[in-house]
């Protein structure tokens, strides 16, 4: 903090002497508005642009018309070189005005400096031409007392005394802004400590966190008072200076009309923004409700004719992100500032962007909803797509989870769930359980019924396997060197799949090698001279370790 506040002093120090030492001639300079400034209202951009009088950096006047020939501009600066050349004298005179036949002529002393034209009052601003020479013997009498300050050695001694005093006062100020935000955030740490302690949610310390986020306060107020404190300081020291002077009510005007101006349109947004908490009041309401109805459908205590409660969930969801769609639809016209050009340009930013990187996003959720109002399949359901099967965990909008027999997540767009077949074992399970079958290949030397009996033997001694319906061996092919025969049975549940339709082929290969069958598929060349089974006491031979 030491630090921040050293280069915030020498930052503020450092433009405080830039300021101090601009040459006069850049303030004394004809200033006119360029294409890019703002031309005061009732000037268009075809119109001969105006020409402002600067003198010690403080506008004057600001002349419109054209006189004998002279434009706004020229006109300007040859006034701004007649009154810099009378200010240069020791000696001046009263700001007067006096009406001549073309206009009102100011003067300083005897010498006639500004002559206002009717073309020089801007309708646009409901003035006349009296009250522009009003202020333009104001201004220049300003000026004028201004100079004869700068020329003062001892009112330039007490400016910079005051300057000095005033920066003590903003280094004390910053000093012990410093050690009260030290201190604040050490009492602050102690009473979290002692109020929160070791309390842990999920493992995750709460104390840590609240640690950095009133540390983030704290210094976020100390930040805005410093930038306070640096902003009245340098407004004060300039204006102590006359030739800086205008800078500091400029400074001064700027953050006072800042400040009015936000709490004036917070004022006049309430009713604005108590109608948008109305809305979103009535809306949240009206989402809770709908999120209750349709899940009483989704646990089957209230009916609806049309709708299903497996698709109660996912319809609640869209119901509501209408709600809220309309919702900020009818909000929007109360934001403040909602009809100012920099938030419809925001609003088209944002939906801009929003349109290009939604486009995958739009076409996953119209699959999403696919799935949910087809039924396909539901969370819990045992389903195969493509080389993926599994357990369906999640239906999501844009995604499906699936966790496989091998303990893996499996993540499945729902764009690529449409365009694919989808096998679902469990919609049909009911008391017939979840139906498998594994197709095998014998030679036509094996009886067919001998095949069929050993098969039906195999799934006789394959736990979990349902024995009503019974398994049912089928001949689904004669090919050119074997029968094709098709084994279906019922597993009792449909995780289970893969593990039963292992056990089910090993006690196949263990049944026919028993019976001397042999199982020669898919091709073989010729019959060999014995049969190719494996004597049952070398069924459980293991491998050799060394």
Avoid at 42 to 48: A, K, Q, V
Avoid at 342 to 371: H, P, R
Avoid at 456 to 463: H, I, N, S
């Amino acid at each position: 903090m030491r630090r921040q506040i050293i280069q915030g002093m020498t930052a503020a120090l450092v433009f405080f002497c830039i300021v101090l030492s601009m040459p006069w001639g850049w303030a004394e300079t004809n200033q006119t508005p360029s294409e890019d400034s703002d031309i005061p209202p009732g000037i268009s951009r075809g119109m001969t642009s105006p020409g402002i009088v600067m003198i010690h950096n403080r506008p004057i006047v600001l002349f419109y018309g054209t006189l004998m020939g002279v434009k706004p501009e020229q006109r300007a600066i040859l006034a701004q070189e007649r009154i810099n050349r009378i200010l240069s004298r020791k000696n001046l005179g009263k700001v007067t005005s006096k009406e001549i036949a073309i206009g009102i002529v100011i003067s300083i002393g005897e010498q006639n400096l500004l002559l206002i034209t009717p073309e020089d009052s801007n309708p646009a601003y409901g003035e006349t031409r009296q009250e522009v020479v009003n202020q333009a013997v104001k201004n220049l009498t300003l000026a004028v007392e201004e100079v004869k300050e700068g020329r003062s050695p001892r009112h330039n001694l007490m400016a910079a005394v005051y300057t000095f005093l005033a920066t003590i006062l903003y280094a004390a100020i910053l000093w012990c802004l410093a050690r009260a935000s030290r201190w604040t955030e050490a009492k602050a740490e102690k009473l979290e400590k002692r109020w929160v302690g070791k309390v842990e949610i999920k493992g995750v310390s709460i104390l840590e966190h609240l640690t950095q986020v009133t540390h983030f306060l704290l210094t976020g107020v100390t930040w805005a008072i410093g930038l306070f404190a640096t902003y009245s300081w340098l407004v004060f020291s300039l204006k102590c200076f006359p030739y800086t002077r205008s800078w500091g009510e400029s400074l001064g005007s700027y953050l006072s009309g800042t400040i009015e101006t936000i709490v004036l349109g917070t004022i006049k947004a309430l009713p604005s923004l108590f109608t948008v908490v109305i809305i979103i009041v009535c809306t949240r309401l009206l989402s809770r409700l709908v999120k209750s109805l349709f899940q009483a459908v989704e646990a089957r205590r209230v009916k609806f004719i049309a709708l299903d409660p497996e698709v109660a969930r996912p319809t609640s969801r869209i119901i509501i992100v209408m709600l809220w769609l309309f919702a900020l639809i009818m909000a929007y016209p109360h934001l403040p500032g909602s009809g100012t050009t920099a938030f419809k340009g925001v609003t088209l930013f944002a939906g801009l962007i929003a349109s290009l990187g939604t486009t995958s996003i739009v076409n996953q959720a119209a699959g999403g909803l696919v799935l949910m109002y087809s039924r396909a399949f539901r969370p819990g359901d045992f389903i195969k797509v493509g080389e993926t099967e599994g357990v369906v965990t999640n239906l999501g909008i844009l995604s499906t989870k699936i966790r496989t027999a091998r303990k893996e997540e499996v993540n499945i767009p729902n764009a690529v769930l449409v365009g694919n077949t989808t096998i679902n074992y469990t919609r049909l399970t009911g008391e017939n359980g979840v139906m498998i079958h594994i197709s095998i290949t014998i030679g036509y030397t094996t009886p067919w019924r001998k095949v069929q009996a050993l098969l039906l033997t195999a799934a006789g001694k394959t736990r979990d396997l349902l024995s009503q319906p019974a398994p049912d061996v089928r001949q689904v092919g004669l090919s050119d060197f074997y029968v094709e025969y098709q084994l279906i049975a019922a597993v009792t549940r449909a995780e289970i799949r893969s593990e039963v339709l292992s056990a089910l082929l090993g006690n196949i290969q263990d049944v026919f090698n028993e019976n001397g069958e042999q199982i020669m598929s898919p091709h073989y060349v010729a019959d060999t001279p014995e049969k190719q089974v494996i004597p049952k006491g070398k069924w459980f031979d293991m491998p050799r370790t060394a």
